[in-house]
Protein backbone atom coordinates (compact mmCIF):
# COMPACT_ATOMS: atom_id res chain seq x y z
CA UNK A 1 0.00 0.00 0.00
CA UNK A 2 1.25 3.76 -0.73
CA UNK A 3 0.11 6.59 2.02
CA UNK A 4 -1.26 9.01 0.18
CA UNK A 5 0.54 12.78 -0.44
CA UNK A 6 1.13 15.74 -3.17
CA UNK A 7 4.63 13.81 -3.28
CA UNK A 8 2.68 9.91 -3.87
CA UNK A 9 1.48 11.91 -7.02
CA UNK A 10 4.98 12.69 -8.33
CA UNK A 11 6.06 9.61 -7.55
CA UNK A 12 3.12 7.84 -9.16
CA UNK A 13 3.73 9.94 -12.04
CA UNK A 14 7.67 8.98 -12.44
CA UNK A 15 7.01 5.38 -11.99
CA UNK A 16 8.63 5.16 -9.47
CA UNK A 17 5.50 3.34 -7.13
CA UNK A 18 4.88 -0.24 -7.13
CA UNK A 19 1.38 -1.53 -8.39
CA UNK A 20 -0.66 -4.20 -7.70
CA UNK A 21 0.95 -6.86 -9.27
CA UNK A 22 2.15 -5.11 -11.93
CA UNK A 23 -1.32 -3.86 -12.82
CA UNK A 24 -2.37 -0.38 -12.76
CA UNK A 25 -3.92 -0.51 -9.77
CA UNK A 26 -2.73 1.08 -6.99
CA UNK A 27 -3.57 0.26 -3.20
CA UNK A 28 -3.98 3.74 -1.46
CA UNK A 29 -3.86 4.33 1.94
CA UNK A 30 -5.22 7.79 3.36
CA UNK A 31 -4.86 9.93 6.68
CA UNK A 32 -7.61 8.08 8.82
CA UNK A 33 -8.99 11.56 9.05
CA UNK A 34 -8.42 13.30 5.82
CA UNK A 35 -11.92 14.90 5.16
CA UNK A 36 -14.27 13.21 1.95
CA UNK A 37 -13.99 16.04 -0.29
CA UNK A 38 -9.92 15.65 -0.23
CA UNK A 39 -10.13 12.34 -0.42
CA UNK A 40 -12.40 12.08 -3.52
CA UNK A 41 -9.83 14.66 -4.73
CA UNK A 42 -6.97 12.77 -4.40
CA UNK A 43 -8.92 9.58 -6.24
CA UNK A 44 -9.67 11.50 -8.93
CA UNK A 45 -5.99 12.90 -9.49
CA UNK A 46 -4.25 9.64 -8.98
CA UNK A 47 -7.07 8.73 -11.84
CA UNK A 48 -5.85 11.89 -13.75
CA UNK A 49 -2.39 9.63 -14.09
CA UNK A 50 -4.38 6.67 -15.34
CA UNK A 51 -4.39 4.49 -12.71
CA UNK A 52 -7.16 2.61 -10.83
CA UNK A 53 -7.50 2.63 -6.72
CA UNK A 54 -7.41 0.34 -4.63
CA UNK A 55 -8.50 1.87 -1.08
CA UNK A 56 -6.90 0.16 1.76
CA UNK A 57 -8.56 -0.45 4.68
CA UNK A 58 -11.63 1.54 4.67
CA UNK A 59 -13.10 0.56 7.85
CA UNK A 60 -10.56 2.78 8.96
CA UNK A 61 -11.85 6.05 7.35
CA UNK A 62 -13.89 8.45 9.43
CA UNK A 63 -14.94 10.31 6.40
CA UNK A 64 -16.83 7.17 5.37
CA UNK A 65 -18.08 6.17 9.08
CA UNK A 66 -21.61 6.30 8.99
CA UNK A 67 -22.13 7.07 5.51
CA UNK A 68 -22.11 3.90 3.24
CA UNK A 69 -23.46 6.06 0.83
CA UNK A 70 -19.80 7.39 0.14
CA UNK A 71 -18.59 3.80 -0.59
CA UNK A 72 -21.00 3.28 -3.12
CA UNK A 73 -19.45 6.26 -4.36
CA UNK A 74 -16.14 5.45 -4.64
CA UNK A 75 -17.27 2.47 -6.38
CA UNK A 76 -19.18 4.57 -8.85
CA UNK A 77 -15.71 6.65 -9.53
CA UNK A 78 -14.20 3.22 -10.18
CA UNK A 79 -12.54 2.16 -6.80
CA UNK A 80 -12.28 -0.94 -5.95
CA UNK A 81 -12.99 -1.23 -1.77
CA UNK A 82 -10.17 -3.06 0.54
CA UNK A 83 -11.06 -4.32 3.96
CA UNK A 84 -8.35 -6.11 6.63
CA UNK A 85 -9.35 -9.69 7.43
CA UNK A 86 -8.74 -8.95 10.79
CA UNK A 87 -11.18 -6.38 11.20
CA UNK A 88 -13.83 -8.90 10.47
CA UNK A 89 -12.85 -11.35 12.93
CA UNK A 90 -13.99 -11.39 17.22
CA UNK A 91 -10.80 -10.87 19.00
CA UNK A 92 -11.96 -10.91 22.46
CA UNK A 93 -13.85 -8.95 25.06
CA UNK A 94 -11.34 -6.06 25.14
CA UNK A 95 -11.05 -5.52 21.71
CA UNK A 96 -9.69 -2.16 21.26
CA UNK A 97 -10.89 -2.52 17.32
CA UNK A 98 -14.16 -2.96 18.00
CA UNK A 99 -15.51 0.40 16.05
CA UNK A 100 -13.68 -1.05 12.81
CA UNK A 101 -14.71 -4.26 13.43
CA UNK A 102 -17.96 -2.61 13.50
CA UNK A 103 -17.55 -0.60 10.29
CA UNK A 104 -16.30 -3.58 8.51
CA UNK A 105 -19.30 -5.71 9.09
CA UNK A 106 -21.45 -3.17 7.71
CA UNK A 107 -20.01 -2.71 4.77
CA UNK A 108 -20.13 -6.67 4.48
CA UNK A 109 -23.68 -6.44 4.66
CA UNK A 110 -23.95 -4.04 2.46
CA UNK A 111 -21.85 -5.91 -0.16
CA UNK A 112 -19.67 -2.55 -0.69
CA UNK A 113 -16.70 -4.84 -0.16
CA UNK A 114 -14.66 -6.14 -3.20
CA UNK A 115 -11.47 -7.49 -1.89
CA UNK A 116 -10.59 -8.91 1.67
CA UNK A 117 -6.74 -8.95 2.04
CA UNK A 118 -4.70 -9.55 5.04
CA UNK A 119 -2.52 -5.87 6.10
CA UNK A 120 0.25 -7.95 6.97
CA UNK A 121 3.59 -5.92 7.01
CA UNK A 122 5.37 -8.03 8.93
CA UNK A 123 4.38 -11.61 9.40
CA UNK A 124 5.18 -11.93 13.05
CA UNK A 125 3.89 -8.45 14.56
CA UNK A 126 0.83 -8.86 12.30
CA UNK A 127 -0.53 -11.99 11.67
CA UNK A 128 -2.52 -12.72 8.35
CA UNK A 129 -5.80 -14.16 9.36
CA UNK A 130 -7.02 -14.70 6.16
CA UNK A 131 -7.71 -18.17 6.43
CA UNK A 132 -9.76 -17.39 9.89
CA UNK A 133 -11.90 -14.53 8.28
CA UNK A 134 -12.77 -16.46 4.68
CA UNK A 135 -13.88 -19.37 6.93
CA UNK A 136 -16.18 -16.34 9.01
CA UNK A 137 -17.24 -14.55 5.86
CA UNK A 138 -17.78 -18.14 4.52
CA UNK A 139 -20.12 -19.20 7.31
CA UNK A 140 -22.14 -16.24 7.69
CA UNK A 141 -22.84 -15.10 4.20
CA UNK A 142 -21.84 -18.16 2.10
CA UNK A 143 -18.63 -19.75 -0.14
CA UNK A 144 -19.51 -18.22 -3.38
CA UNK A 145 -19.39 -14.42 -1.69
CA UNK A 146 -16.14 -15.09 0.38
CA UNK A 147 -14.64 -16.99 -2.57
CA UNK A 148 -15.62 -13.65 -4.59
CA UNK A 149 -13.58 -11.32 -2.54
CA UNK A 150 -10.71 -13.39 -1.24
CA UNK A 151 -9.89 -14.96 -5.02
CA UNK A 152 -12.05 -14.03 -7.81
CA UNK A 153 -11.71 -9.78 -7.51
CA UNK A 154 -7.77 -10.21 -6.37
CA UNK A 155 -7.14 -12.65 -9.29
CA UNK A 156 -8.83 -10.24 -11.61
CA UNK A 157 -6.31 -6.93 -10.48
CA UNK A 158 -3.54 -9.92 -11.04
CA UNK A 159 -4.90 -10.57 -14.27
CA UNK A 160 -4.94 -6.85 -15.95
CA UNK A 161 -1.12 -6.69 -16.32
CA UNK A 162 0.15 -3.20 -16.93
CA UNK A 163 -1.25 -0.75 -19.44
CA UNK A 164 0.30 2.11 -18.11
CA UNK A 165 2.57 3.93 -20.18
CA UNK A 166 5.47 4.06 -17.07
CA UNK A 167 5.66 0.07 -17.04
CA UNK A 168 5.11 -0.14 -13.40
Do not use: W
Amino acid sequence: EVFYSNSMLDRLEQGQILTLAGSDYVLVEFDYGLPYREIVRAIRAIQGLAYDVVIAHIERYDAFHKHPERVQEMRRLGCLIQVNAASLLPMGLFDPYKVLKKRARQLLDADLIDIIASDAHHVESRPYHMAEAYAFVAKKYGDDYAHQLFVSKPEKIIGKGSSHPHGN
